[in-house]
């Protein structure tokens, strides 16, 4: 933006109706806090700073800002207490003292407002020349918001709330969102005018469109190109509402704009943070949260669940399954049914198989990991096989430290076999089905860890005998 610019966002109501112990604004919306949407979206228009104003249970909406947005440029001001939207901003007033710019204010409550939204906002709000832009919205029922009044030549004559209204202006579908775009200082006197001469005895922010017409000062309004963006949160149907309306909109751009097939976009959840390519397909049951990539030509699911810090490259495939935090490379296929925890690299053209969890631990190319095992805290080389039921034993219940197993290149393990850590199994090296390995193997070696077999002639024929069994 060529001027500088701020952002309010208005976060200290309580939300009663939510009936929760938990501040409304804190409340998930697919994988992401409401204000933590809200806030990414202001810092995306290149906000230099962003006041939130808080209010109810402030130490949670405080924690909750240091745990997720720690190293960004914010600032808490406490309003107590509530009296109103215009309150709210009287109290970033001081911390305005040396700022001049555009000063966008907004709800806490808005999860699905975009960034783009908001820059055609401020660039209708900067082309006008205005003082106070209103963000507004055409909404199929326009309940009890206040209405964005126009003259014939389609300029802002005000806005009337809806208690407020005749008939007629009722008929309006053109609402106020509670967001604008202000002239700072300018709007400062107007905001020091209000009045709280109402039953609620509060100071509404957009009285401050009133003082400026009266005042003969430059107004406009910017349309929002689709409502949905715009709804606030108050009740847990409100909640659920916009939790539907952000994975609509996700999985619209994803296959209008990515060429991303999703079978049914009913039972499939997406955040609007994922990206995934061209000609993936997204089968029915998946939940893909938080900043997940996705390559190209991938099958994913039915029913996997991706989130967090996760890459997938090309050519993947993930069945029934859940990756967490984890790298996953090109030609890789998981599960059914596998547990990919945090922190793992699966190397080009592996294969994580039926019931398999992995913590920690890079497997190389095409390794494989197939059936029934738990590997942690483990390295694998390339082309490796580890069989059915191995489990890497890490984990000293008295040290409680984690110790490293390492596999090279090239060896296998046989079924059932356990490996406690620290071990090295060296390249081409083969376990035995059944061992219990607890010293390094050399490379090429074979290791088999497990008592003699010794087979007892006609056992069971005597203990049938010894119980009474055999006539």
């Known amino acids: ?5 701020r952002a309010v966002i208005l976060a200290a109501g309580k939300g009663k109706r939510m009936k929760s112990t938990r501040p409304k604004v804190l409340h998930d919306v697919l994988g992401e806090a409401i204000l933590s949407r809200v806030i990414g979206a202001v ?3 290149g906000a230099q700073k962003v006041h939130i104003v808080v209010g109810h249970e402030s130490p949670q909406v405080e924690e909750h800002l ?6 960004e440029q914010w600032q808490t001001h406490l309003q107590e207490p509530q009296l109103g939207t215009g309150h709210a901003l009287m109290q970033v007033v001081d911390d305005l003292k040396d700022f001049s710019g555009d000063l966008l204010v907004t709800v806490g409550d808005a999860p699905l407002l975009s960034p783009s939204t908001l820059t055609r906002l401020i660039e209708r ?4 020349k205005a003082v106070v832009t209103v963000l507004s919205a055409d909404v199929p029922d326009a309940k009890n918001y206040g209405r964005v009044i126009r003259d014939q030549a389609g300029s802002v004559l005000g806005i009337v709330e809806d208690k407020d209204a005749s008939d007629e202006q009722r008929r309006v579908k053109e609402i106020n969102t509670a967001i604008y775009c202000f002239k700072w200082p300018d709007i400062k006197p107007g905001l020091a005018s209000l009045k709280n001469d109402n039953k609620q005895g509060e100071y509404y922010l957009p009285d401050l469109v009133a003082w400026a017409v009266q005042n003969g000062l430059p107004i406009s309004a910017c349309k929002a190109a689709d409502y949905r963006e715009v709804a606030g949160i108050n009740s847990r149907l409100e909640l659920a509402e916009a939790i539907h309306s952000l994975r609509d909109l996700t999985i619209e751009r994803l296959a209008l704009e990515n060429g991303v097939t999703v079978i049914d976009p009913q039972s499939t ?4 943070e994922v990206v995934i390519g061209q000609d993936t397909t997204v089968l029915p049951g998946c939940h893909i949260m938080g900043p997940v990539k996705i390559g190209s030509n991938c099958i994913i699911g039915p029913n996997a669940i991706i989130k967090g810090a996760v890459s997938i490259g090309d050519h993947c495939t993930v ?10 490379e090109s030609q890789c296929r998981v599960g059914p049914f596998a547990h990919i925890r945090e922190g793992n690299i699966v190397r080009a053209g592996a294969r994580i198989g039926n019931f398999v969890e992995l ?4 497997v190389g190319k095409h390794s494989n990991v197939s059936h029934l095992s738990y590997v942690g805290d483990t390295t694998i080389g390339d082309n490796a096989n580890i069989g059915a039921g191995t489990i890497t034993a890490n984990y000293d219940h008295i040290t409680k430290k984690k110790e490293q197993t390492v596999i090279g290149d090239g060896a296998s393990t046989g079924s059932n076999s356990v490996l406690v850590a620290p071990v090295t199994i060296g390249k081409e090296a083969v376990v035995g089905a059944g061992s219990v390995i607890t010293k390094d193997v050399p490379e090429g070696a074979l290791a088999v860890g497990r008592a003699r077999q010794e087979n007892k002639d006609g056992w069971a024929e005597n203990r049938k005998r010894r119980n009474g069994k055999v006539k």
């Open 43 to 45: 810092n995306a228009v």
């Open 269 to 272: 959840w997406i955040a609007p």
């Open 1 to 5: 933006m060529a001027k500088a610019l």
């Open 66 to 71: 240091h745990a997720r947005h720690s190293g």
């Open 125 to 128: 709000h900067e082309k006008d």
């Open 319 to 328: 069945v029934l399954s859940m990756v967490v935090d984890s790298s996953i």
């Open 359 to 362: 913590k920690k631990s890079t």
